[in-house]
């Protein structure tokens, strides 16, 4: 019986198990009562009751309130588009820019790339706050603070995926003669189309959300409504309105995945 | 075409990479216009560098070198560009716009030949698509010229990067182990377009290899790198297997051919 020659085992076994402890000691870290929030279950006991009575009017939509919740989703759905329409075109040469591969000057990258992080690390809400002070109350805010919001998250994404693709068709076209524009334009965008379509679809979809919470600062469409009759306790009102959210997104859901299968 | 092919002339060049890596190490070389050229040698003995050196991919660290009549280390990105656009390239990977359809991959060869509005508003001259369509007639895959590359065989999509080239209308020719991902009768296939594109069209063709019975078979001319230096450069003809046995610097091996 000769022994086998097995050969070493490969280093960074005990990765995994670094990472789950990692892991557990920030969870610990974040609940013990020097460093983390403060929360406790006394709390839930003693006021679930609260909590029921709302729950059991949400279940029990007031459908004759239908009527007046159109108007605003219809300017939700508007504002949703109109933000979505208008970023995907920025965005789209944003992403070009922000990449390594399609933009190798270190300083343009680095200044789009710093913009886009200052454009993302602010709130959605805020800008809509703001802008509120600025356009006054309306759909306009709501617009820009969407768009705003749009930028930040596909050009993200999708310079991502362009760092992602492979190096060699534009390599290809720099071979041949082309300028960095040219080959962003043939060869770039034709790779990063499936990422940047995903993006905008699912960025489509967060806007019908997004655009109820910014009501609540007077950024038009729904969130208007909504802080409305939540301040008059309606939740069965409240209830009808989420279900239409729901209806909305469901429906931007199957007609997002239709549109990718014919263009992607 | 008409155009006069471009010869080459390098003197003592070489290559470091910045992380300090020579792959050419004063290679000294004269290519004659119309000439078929097989560089052979080992991977990491430098023959793809010495291919991207040529067209400027990779930057020159010392000497010179002349191709077609300019000077690689003196120009300017939009000289460069302009040379570029007179010198096609074939790449092992094929690296097409996989998700673009054949006609625009190839269509990507008269970039430098269009301008800059052309090319964003996607609108290309008439007779940038006829050059286009004979360049995939050439290579007999003009039926595929609507379809989206990635739905393309290996074999296909080496023949749509030769069309690419083609369409640059150019004076050289460069391809990097352009058979290495195909199968034998293929790779006879595409091997055979580019000795047609030297012996019909005149156009000077270098080609990277390292399986010594392709580069027997469709090359006048072998150059050997080893450890980035010339070690053999002569007529196809006079390479004995000592020849290859010098430039691999071990003995041939059934890896080594590509058999049929």
């Known amino acids: 019986m000769s022994a086998l020659d097995l050969p070493p085992r490969p280093r960074g076994r005990w990765k995994p198990l670094v990472a789950i402890g990692v892991i557990l000691v920030i969870t610990a870290i974040t609940l013990s009562p020097q460093v983390g929030i403060s929360f406790s279950f006394d709390a839930i006991v003693r006021n679930w009751q609260n909590g029921a009575s709302k729950i059991f009017a949400l279940v029990q939509p007031d459908w004759s309130f239908f009527p ?5 989703l219809l300017e939700t759905l508007a504002m949703a588009v109109i933000a979505t329409f208008v970023a995907s075109l920025v965005s789209l040469p944003l992403s070009l820019w922000a990449a390594r591969l399609t933009n190798p000057n270190r300083w343009t990258r680095g200044i789009v790339r710093t913009l886009l992080n200052i454009v993302r690390s602010i709130p959605d809400l805020l800008y809509a706050s703001v802008l509120v002070a600025m356009v006054g109350v309306g759909a306009l805010p709501g617009i820009v603070a969407l ?33 960095q524009f040219q080959i962003n334009r043939v060869i770039a965008t034709a790779d990063a189309l499936p990422a940047f379509v995903n993006q905008t679809l699912y960025v489509l979809e967060l806007n019908v959300r997004a655009s109820t ?25 409240l209830s009808l309105i989420i279900l ?10 199957n007609a997002s995945d239709a549109i990718r299968r014919r263009l992607v | 075409m008409g155009a006069v092919p471009f010869s080459i002339h390098a ?63 003196s120009l300017r990105a939009r000289e460069l560009r302009a040379l570029r656009g007179d010198i096609g390239m074939i790449f092992q990977g094929f690296n097409l716009a996989t998700r673009a359809s054949v006609l625009n991959n190839v269509l990507v060869g008269r970039l430098a030949h269009t301008p800059t509005w052309r090319t964003f508003l996607g609108v290309y001259r008439a007779e940038d698509r006829q050059i286009a369509y004979e360049a995939l007639e050439r290579v007999g895959i003009l039926g595929k010229v609507w379809d989206r590359a990635s739905t393309l065989s290996g074999g296909q999509q080496q023949r749509v990067a030769i069309a690419r080239a083609l369409s640059q ?29 030297n012996r019909d069209l005149g156009i000077t063709v270098i080609t ?9 078979q469709y090359g006048t001319r072998l150059i050997g790198l ?28 059934n890896r080594d051919v590509l058999g049929t």
């Open chain 2, 226 to 253: 080893r450890a980035g230096q010339v070690v053999y450069d002569g007529a196809v003809a006079d390479a004995s297997d000592a020849v290859f046995e010098n430039i691999y610097g071990r003995s041939i091996e």
């Open chain 1, 68 to 72: 007046r919740t159109i108007p605003p």
């Open chain 2, 11 to 73: 003197r003592d060049v070489t290559v470091r990479y910045p992380n300090g890596v020579v792959a050419l190490d004063g290679i000294s070389l004269d290519i004659q216009a119309g000439e078929m050229v097989s560089v052979v040698g080992l991977s990491g003995s430098g023959k793809s560098s010495l291919i991207r050196t040529i067209n400027g991919l990779v930057p020159i660290s010392s000497g010179t070198l002349e191709v077609g009549g300019r000077h690689l280390e």
């Open chain 2, 208 to 216: 990277n290899l390292h399986l010594v019975d392709l580069a027997r």
């Open chain 1, 147 to 179: 768009l705003l919001f749009n930028i930040g998250i596909i050009v993200k994404m999708v310079s991502e995926n362009i760092e992602a693709n492979d190096a060699g068709p534009l390599e290809a076209g720099r071979a041949a003669g082309g300028t």
């Open chain 1, 244 to 253: 239409e959210i729901l209806v909305v997104v469901i429906v931007i859901d």
């Open chain 1, 213 to 237: 919470v910014l009501g609540l600062v007077g950024a038009g469409g729904l969130g208007l409504l909504i802080d409305a009759v939540r301040t008059f306790y309606r939740y069965d009102q």
């Open chain 2, 169 to 197: 209308q150019p004076r050289l020719v460069l391809a990097d182990e352009p058979v290495a991902s195909l199968d034998p009768p293929t790779a006879h296939g595409v091997m055979s377009d580019l000795r047609r594109i």
